[in-house]
């Protein structure tokens, strides 16, 4: 299993301001995951982070947005930049145990964002 | 592509009864199922999974679920609700490619439970 902190847990935010979400693992892991929850939504995927290498966003989200680093196979960052209303949301940070993919995804407690 | 569908945003069952919460997917192939609990202020627990063999899969706190191939549904049940089952329930299947590094969520259903 593994353990995953995440801070802040929550913040109130100013729009047209950024903020950083730490992710920080007891394990080593290759790949760390961040999600976003909308309120009333699903989670959704918005990158893999890769340890030494750039971040792969899925569809609809950008590095600009939502840039990401990665110093060490314990600890990611992923950063809300230039944020609006519609940023307001729960990010989680993720990721899967060892053994190849056929286990399970571990997540932290989530950060919940609120834009004013 | 793949979707995940939780056709139920709300149920609200009395304590002691059973709970059945439904969950049905779109996916080319059979893909890797999941189901995630998250209690209030909490993360996300994983509560069982099926990546094949036995199509009923036993999970924690009581849970279990049965892959049905035939009509693409993964439902959760639980027969005799606590109190403190009462949560968000999510959904979620991982392509059979990448498996957990990539999931797919459905909207989650909320369950209350009512003394």
Known sequence: SAVISQKPSRDICQRGTSLTIQCQVDSQVTMMFWYRQQPGQSLTLIATANQGSEATYESGFVIDKFPISRPNLTFSTLTVSNMSPEDSSIYLCSVVGTGGKNTEAFFGQGTRLTVV | ?115
């Open chain 2, 1 to 115: 592509a793949q979707s995940v569908t939780q056709p139920d945003i709300h149920i609200t069952v009395s304590e002691g009864a059973s709970l059945e919460l439904r969950c049905n997917y779109s996916y080319g192939a059979t893909p890797y199922l999941f189901w995630y609990v998250q209690s209030p202020g909490q993360g996300l627990q994983l509560l069982l999974k099926y990546f094949s063999g036995d199509t009923l899969v036993q999970g924690i706190k009581g849970f279990e679920a049965e892959f049905k191939r035939s009509q693409s549904s993964f439902n959760l049940r639980k027969p005799s609700v606590h109190w403190s089952d009462a949560a968000e329930y999510f959904c979620a299947v991982g392509p059979h490619q990448t498996g957990a590094n990539n999931l797919f969520f459905g909207t989650g259903t909320r369950l209350t439970v009512i003394p």
